[in-house]
């Protein structure tokens, strides 16, 4: 049953692009001509001048009507860039270092009603500043804050011109729901905040969504226990693959998701242009105590949907909901990104690298370019020339010198698609209201692909996309093979451990690439989270001092494949991942 169940998924993804002719707006048959595609993200121009990136956004989406009385916050950014960004405007900086150039006296208005002022400093990240929603009315549609700043020069006078920046801010301040569940987005961290799926009341908590794309017909709708088993195995969420064929099956399947409090990623992937669909379905799942967030395009990149289908969506489900945010996956690595990306609050990637040839398609027997071909993982690299390490022994590759533009996929695809994803959010000003989330393989043995990962490979790739900032884990797809589960299931229990440091860190997310090992580090107080993945099917060795640790004191909170630790360093195994809190002295 799950290889007729992926089969028959699989099918439908392979028929998407037959019928479209087009994958990534690029031709792939060996009948077509070469055509560019178009549609590249525009990289900003370099400036000879210092220039001021001035951006504001509301701490919670959305603040309810219950929150009024307690304090609210908008967050100010303020870096000052040599690109020129969205919104970025020259600012005049005197001599010396930006730490002590100055300040920016910020006001934040509504309506001409001045909420906060106080100074905030240059290069500034979510610079919260507090303020009260007293006398602020709850309605459904947002309200625009007016952010304005004047730089204070350290060597200004009282004849200089005036340096002034403005922006501007969606603030939603909703009535409080009746009968159905509230999903905020902490724009501070980018993490999701929930009461328990249950329903049965309790405080809202940061999640870090991990679960799966699940397989409705054949699957869920003939085995109900397969949810309370996703749940004993420490996954949060499930993301249900319609179609939804026996609607009797399906809502005994949201009743018993929220009996065992397991939160719903629904999914619209086949209707979302259709605005009567999307009316009937919100209004019909919207009160559903469970549900997480919403879900419209599914590769709408690849198969060339109209460039403005994910924005009306998006504005439809808002107009009718407005209590849960919005999400979409895009599989192209540069095609429209923007105008998709408009129509979501959280973008997910899905580079899928293992068991296929990224540079000759095995499906369609041609060329993979930038301007040609599909492959099965978009504008995807190969391993470095001559690095036989990053081979997996389970590869069709036998050469023994690895050549350039192998085919042999790379683990870096996803950390590289994660991360440029990131910095286009901004470069649109974004940053602060999308985030990103990651859908590691979790299948093979079919069309591109001609291996399933490993179970650590599994862990790879999740960690490879967390470590680039990455803030849910969706693999597609359930049902797969036990190992994959096995691995999987156990990242999940171990997540809560770590979890608390991503969303609390205290400074910056820091990366570090040692070898072939990926290390991403955050920092909170006295204690520094580690999280480690081998890229590479050879045991690697890392130092503490390589990352910036003494390794006075680890705990080892997570280990997948085989991993050890001295005084001085860790080692991880073959495709090894593991997680460490380090105490600083």
Not at 68 to 87: F, K, N
Not at 238 to 261: S, W, Y
Not at 409 to 430: A, P
Request: with cysteine; charged share 10%.
């Amino acid at each position: 049953m799950p290889r007729l169940t992926f089969a028959v998924l699989t099918g439908i993804q392979l028929l998407a692009r037959v019928s479209a002719q087009t994958w990534c707006n690029k031709h792939y048959m060996a009948n077509q001509s070469v055509v560019p595609p178009g549609g590249e993200f525009t990289i900003p121009a370099v400036s000879d001048v210092p220039l001021l990136a001035f951006r504001c956004a509301a701490a919670i989406k959305p603040y309810l009507e219950e929150d009024v009385g307690t304090p609210a916050g908008v967050l100010i950014d303020s870096p000052v860039v040599y690109s020129e960004i969205v919104g970025a405007q020259p600012i005049g900086l005197p001599a010396g270092p930006l730490s002590s150039a100055g300040q920016l006296d910020v006001t934040v208005s509504l309506n001409g009603k001045t909420l906060v002022n106080a100074l905030v400093p240059l290069n500034a990240s979510a610079y919260e500043l507090p303020f009260s929603l007293d006398g602020i009315t709850p309605q459904m549609t947002p309200y625009n804050l007016s952010c304005g700043a004047t730089f204070l020069a350290s060597n200004s006078t009282s004849t200089s011109s005036p340096q002034t920046y403005n922006a501007s801010a969606a603030l939603s301040v909703l009535p409080n729901p009746t009968n159905s569940s509230v999903t905020k987005m902490d724009l501070r961290t980018g993490a999701l905040l929930v009461k328990p799926a249950t329903g049965l009341g309790g405080e809202y908590e940061p999640i870090f969504p991990v679960g799966f794309y699940t397989t409705f017909d054949g699957y869920l709708s003939t085995n109900i226990s397969v949810i309370d088993t996703l749940k004993q195995q420490g996954f949060n969420i499930i993301h249900i693959v319609p179609t939804f064929d026996n609607m009797t099956a399906f809502e005994m399947v949201l009743d018993r998701m929220q009996e065992v409090g397991m939160y719903l990623m629904y999914d619209m992937r086949f209707t979302y242009m259709n605005n009567t669909s999307v009316m009937e379905q919100v209004n019909s799942i919207k009160y559903r105590p469970n549900l997480l967030l919403w879900y419209t395009g599914d590769e709408p990149d690849g198969t060339s949907d109209p460039l403005n289908a994910t924005s009306i969506a998006y504005d439809l489900i808002y107009s009718l909901d407005g209590y849960h945010p919005v999400s979409l996956v895009l599989n192209c690595q540069d095609y429209e990104w923007a105008s998709y990306t408009a129509g979501t609050d959280i973008v997910m990637q899905d580079a899928y690298m293992i068991g296929n040839n990224v540079t000759w398609s095995n499906e369609w027997n041609t060329s993979c370019t930038p301007d040609y071909g599909d492959c099965g993982c978009d504008n995807c690299f190969s391993i470095p020339a001559g690095n036989s390490a990053a081979v997996s022994p389970n590869s069709t590759y036998y050469e023994s010198v690895v050549p350039a533009n192998s085919g042999v996929g790379s683990y870096f695809d996803i950390s590289d698609r994660v991360s440029s994803f990131q910095n286009r959010l901004e470069v649109m000003g974004w940053e602060r209201t999308k985030a990103v989330w990651t859908v590691p393989q979790a299948f093979g043995s079919a069309q591109y692909w001609t291996r399933t990962p490993t179970g650590e490979e599994w862990v790879v790739q999740s960690i490879m996309g967390i470590n680039q900032g990455a803030l849910g884990v969706v693999p597609w797809v359930d049902p797969n093979p036990e190992y994959i589960k096995v691995a999987a299931s156990a990242f999940a229990l171990s997540l809560p451990k770590f979890t608390s440091y991503i969303f609390g860190a205290t400074s910056p997310r820091s990366n570090y690439l040692v070898g072939g090992v990926d290390i991403a580090t955050w920092a909170a107080g006295f204690e520094t989270l580690v999280l480690a993945t081998n890229t590479d099917y050879v045991t690697s060795n890392v130092t503490w001092t390589d990352i910036g640790l003494s390794g006075a004191g680890v705990e080892v909170v997570y280990t997948s494949g085989s991993v050890n630790t001295t005084g001085n360093s860790f080692t991880l195994g073959s495709v090894a991942s593991a997680a460490f809190v380090v105490i600083s002295t």
